[in-house]
């Protein structure tokens, strides 16, 4: 069965058909004819599977343990009730703040006093941001490994320097990495997710210092089991703290200098904001592994 019957019987699109199997959950074989894939009867039981718990929103690295046949589908639709049911606490608990703000005759001083020592409670904050960090922590984990550069110890002139370069890498940092093309801009792949990389020239003094710098090719494979808003938040946290950090800092300046001032003051906290933000930018593109 090629693609677009394996994606009207299943109801997964093509695009989510490649990033499963980029992902390990499905092996389909290849036609000898055409080289296209195809779907067996057992890769559809897989697929429609893997459809069924993802609308439980069941994290992948479990489905992929449970086709592994590392654990059974009883286990894990248990473990996932577990994590819906902790939700369930945790927007009950939320839509209950909500309608205490919807009810209330006047929100003054007292009651936001009030409800801030409700929320603030250990239980209560455990309860709504313990999911906050694990989360970020999965969003940091899948941008390092969208792109990553490192500064070799020895030079690259030849192919088979830059191969040794990254065999080199991936033993200090355990990495399954396997050399896929040869050359320059050499190509590899790291746990089956395919990457390029290139050298980067930078000056640091009077003499320049390579850098490599590897992009993952298929990016859409690394995306975290974390909800699209929750995800874009955490992104714009993650990549944009020195200029949240420094509006906080240069606000109150803003607000303290004197009004012919005003404005200049703001100019000046908007031009330091763009240089601290084009050198984060500089960092994260160069110099971060």
Known sequence: MN????????????????????????HPARNPDNDYRDYSQQDLEALKLIRALRMLDTPLEDIAACLRGETTVADLAAAQAIRLQQRRKELEMSIGFCRQLQ????????????????????????????????????????DRRRSFAFTPDDNIATAADFTNVLCA??????????ITKEGLE?????????????????????????????????????????PQGRKRLLRLLRN?????????????????????????????????????GTLYWFYLRNYRE
């Open 3 to 26: 693609a677009k019957q394996a994606e009207q019987c299943t109801g997964i699109s093509r695009r989510n058909l490649r990033f499963y199997e980029q992902q390990g959950l499905i």
């Open 103 to 142: 009810s209330a005759a006047t929100v003054d001083a007292a009651f936001v006093d009030r409800l801030l020592r409700q929320m603030d409670t250990p239980e209560t904050r455990r309860s709504l941001f313990q999911d906050w960090k694990a989360d970020y922590r999965k969003v940091a984990a899948a």
């Open 169 to 178: 890498y991936a033993n200090d940092h355990g990495l399954n990495l396997v």
């Open 186 to 226: 050499p190509e590899f792949t790291i746990d089956g997710i395919p990457y390029r990389a290139m050298r980067l020239h930078r000056r640091m003094g009077p003499a320049p210092v390579m850098t490599v710098r590897c992009v993952a090719q298929t990016p859409e494979a690394l995306e975290p089991d974390v």
């Open 240 to 276: 944009s703290w020195p200029l949240l950090f420094l509006a906080f800092f240069w606000l109150p300046r803003v607000a303290s200098a004197e009004p012919a001032n005003r404005w200049e003051v703001l100019l000046a906290g908007l031009l330091l904001a763009v240089s601290v």
